[in-house]
Nanobody, 122 residues
Framework: QVQLVESGGGLVQAGGSLRLSCVAS????????MAWFRQAPGKERKFVGG????????DYADSVKGRFTISRDNAKNTVYLRMSNLKPEDTAVYSC???????????????WGQGTQVTVSS
């Protein structure tokens, strides 16, 4: 089992920045591919970004490329999502997930955090 706890969400004005954190406990964190997903009210959960176990390979949804950066610190069992130039359409609940393979499909991830709300005002 892997337990994931997100933090860092909040209310921010358009153009602002936030950094989300996701702390893992349980099984060896560095064994897992980590990803961030988001879900807006009434919409399906969508892939935001992912990072491999080493931290050297990342992938992003087109909607956030150039604005969001995902990173991880295996010594701290933590994955981060730095979000810049935020837009109202970024408003959603952001969740981190752990899986053993890279994929953008939420159904393939094994473990999930509870999510943290990000609200961007115009």
């Amino acid at each position: 089992q892997v337990q994931l706890v997100e933090s860092g969400g909040g209310l921010v004005q358009a153009g602002g920045s936030l950094r989300l954190s996701c702390v893992a406990s349980g099984r060896t964190f560095s064994n897992y591919y980590m990803a961030w997903f988001r879900q807006a009210p009434g919409k399906e959960r969508k892939f935001v970004g992912g990072i491999d176990w080493s931290g050297r390979t990342t992938d992003y949804a087109d909607s956030v490329k150039g604005r969001f950066t995902i990173s991880r610190d295996n010594a701290k069992n933590t994955v981060y999502l730095r979000m810049s130039n935020l837009k109202p359409e970024d408003t959603a609940v952001y969740s981190c997930a752990a899986g053993t393979i890279f994929t953008t499909s939420p159904t393939t991830y094994d473990y999930w955090g509870q999510g943290t709300q990000v609200t961007v005002s115009s």
